[in-house]
């Protein structure tokens, strides 16, 4: 049975420089149980496909063509009849769900009211409903969460409320735009399951809009491939990854990094350039309890110990919370360590006064994962270049800079014409662009990438991390790289790192960690990673650790992978690093089989 049928839509915006056409005339059909992936990058028109189908364009957008529901014309239908269609028939769950859920309401509160609203549903039958739906989608301690608002809680668990809010009717259909990008590969394969056990057990048609082509290999049974507003290819998910005809679809699958192949950075020898002792970073956060609560120390990161050699690239992975970016700030002294030490060219950076500080920091550069925020608005992007430029070699003549800049420009693939432009004129591949030259125009010896391509469309991510891997090649420099993507990681890494709650718990070459992990932290992480191949994705088997990811708060946490400490009352143990091999480090841990065990207990 087709569940939505869409035809001739075209899609169009009035702006300052004529009407702008994002779709151009798709057809598609969505049949009930069925999952339809719509891929493409950024502009391509996927979203604003169904915006307009939903209503949902803005006053200078209009559409044209036809848009049925069940048999029913949705397309232009006035707002107070298509608001008794969302959120009753169609589902809808957003990429950002921050954005997308009310902030001042709490989540209990606006779930209650789609009951209300399209059920008739109140008071404790609606209670019971919502809770059943927030238990089904596996957050934890729903009761409480559901007097919480959405700012209390994790990136994770707000998107599981999305779902759970967009299911609550049960439509017919539910549109999921990029409703994984931003997660954990942990979280992301939680909810993928759940959208496919919805799929399965409720004949739920699934309109799932991305650019990776992982996460379509694991849930989509029919592709369409968009690019510029119109489709450009498709057919069944097998079909098009065995035998992709269109060059665009070729282009994109190629792209796309994985964690079961590739080549990695391979054995670095060098002099080591920068040595962190037993970095910890604390916080004190006040906590309920007592008259006036108590303060209790969070520990971002809980004493990390490792070494970067000249030329090398040191991988950091783990889930949101385990003290990837406070470890970055904290080494190139953004925010002040609690304790240990940071060697850099064998001169103390922990012990530095502002003023020597200043003089290293020439050499020590970040690139952040969010460039419009790490860049001025009101600077044109060569100012934004040039700016190191006048603070560490002042001498230059403004002529001489101009030509460092437009030089640098050149080298990150950012034409001379956009040299007078300002942030907002560019697009995100182009703004990050901007962030690398600014880092590297004074040659510097180590580059943090902080979830510095996590945002961008697949082939724009594989233009970065080649440019990344090109100029490190050609200045000689070392590179700490965070990201909770593992297949970026691999390809750009000649080491991982992996942390949990601050600490580390294995520590080895790329491959080894991506190929053979020992540690079952990351054998989860590794084994949820997507592959871009529908046939080898789903012949996998995941490795679920029970429960979300517990609170640094927490004492015992810290001993998740030790349950057998736990039981001996050893509750302030701390899991000592090993060398299980040549330059392989794995924390203790108990047996995979005892710990997952003792979590059902």
């Avoid at 991982?496 to 020992?518: F, H, K, N, Q």
């Avoid at 517990?550 to 015992?556: C, F, M, T, V």
């Amino acid at each position: 049975m087709t569940i939505l049928s869409v035809k001739d839509l075209r899609v169009g915006f009035e702006t300052q420089d004529g009407r702008f056409e994002a779709v151009k005339g798709v057809s598609f059909d969505i049949r009930a149980g069925e999952c339809l992936g719509i891929v493409g990058e950024s502009g391509s028109g996927k979203s604003q496909s169904f915006m307009a189908a939903m209503g949902l364009l803005p006053p200078n957008g209009s559409a044209s063509g036809s848009v049925t529901l069940a048999g029913k014309e949705i397309l232009n239908l006035p707002v107070g009849k298509l608001n008794r269609v969302r959120g009753a028939d169609v589902g809808m769950i957003f990429q950002d769900p921050l954005t997308a859920l009310t902030p001042h309401l709490k989540v209990g509160e606006q779930m209650a009211e789609v009951l209300k609203v399209h059920r008739g549903l109140s008071g404790a039958q609606a209670r019971k409903l919502c809770l059943d739906w927030l238990e089904r989608v596996r957050i934890p301690e729903a009761a409480r969460r559901m007097k919480q608002y959405p700012h209390e809680l994790s990136g994770g668990m707000r998107q599981r409320v999305m779902i759970a809010q967009a299911m609550l009717c049960e439509p017919k259909l539910l549109i999921a735009d990029e409703p994984t990008t931003a997660l954990d590969v942990t979280v992301q394969a939680e909810v993928l399951d759940l959208m496919d056990e919805l799929k399965r057990e409720l004949g739920t048609a699934i309109a799932l809009i991305t650019h990776d082509m992982g996460v379509v290999a694991r849930m989509c049974d029919r592709i369409k491939v968009m690019r510029l507003g119109a489709f450009v290819e498709e057919g069944e998910v097998h079909d098009i990854f065995a035998a992709p005809q269109h060059d665009y679809t070729r282009r994109l699958l190629d792209a796309m990094p994985r964690i079961d192949k590739g080549e990695s950075g391979g054995h670095i020898e060098g002099e080591e350039i920068l040595r962190v002792e037993d970095m910890k970073v604390h916080f004190p956060i006040k906590v309920e309890g007592g008259l006036f609560g108590k303060t209790v120390p969070l520990k971002a990161v809980n004493g990390v110990t490792f070494g970067l050699k000249a030329g090398e690239t040191l991988g950091i992975v783990g889930e949101s919370g385990c003290g990837k970016s406070t470890l970055a700030r904290a080494v190139l002294r953004l925010i002040d360590p609690s304790d240990g030490s940071v060697s850099w060219l064998g001169k103390p950076l922990h012990a530095m006064d502002k003023k020597a500080l200043k003089a290293e920091r020439e050499d020590l550069q970040i690139v952040f994962q969010d460039p419009l925020a790490s860049l001025d608005p009101r600077m044109t992007i060569a100012d934004s270049i040039a700016e190191p430029l006048k603070t560490y070699r002042p001498g230059l003549t403004k002529s001489e800079r101009r030509e460092e800049v437009l030089k640098m420009m050149e080298r990150v693939g950012l034409e001379a014409e956009k040299y007078n432009r300002y942030p907002h004129e560019l697009s995100g591949g182009q703004n990050q662009r901007v962030g690398i030259a600014r880092a590297m125009i004074n040659r510097p010896k180590l580059i943090i990438c902080d979830e510095a391509v996590s945002a961008l469309d697949v082939s724009i991510q594989a233009q970065i991390v080649a440019l990344l891997k090109e100029l490190q090649a050609e200045f000689g420099m070392s590179m700490l790289f965070i990201s909770h993507d593992l297949s970026v990681v691999r390809e750009i890494s000649n080491r991982i790192m992996v942390l949990y709650l601050g600490r580390i718990v294995e520590l080895a070459d790329a491959e080894t960690v991506c190929s053979a992990p020992r540690h079952p932290y990351t054998r989860s992480l590794i084994s949820a990673v997507p592959i871009p191949d529908p046939a080898a994705e789903r012949a996998r088997t995941r490795i679920r650790l029970p429960g979300e990811l517990p609170s640094p708060l927490d004492a015992k946490a810290a001993l998740r992978f030790l349950p057998s400490k736990l039981a001996a009352g050893e509750t302030d143990y701390v899991p000592q690093l090993e060398e299980v091999a040549p330059g392989h480090f794995v924390a203790e841990h108990d047996d995979l089989d005892r710990i997952m065990a003792e979590d059902a207990a």
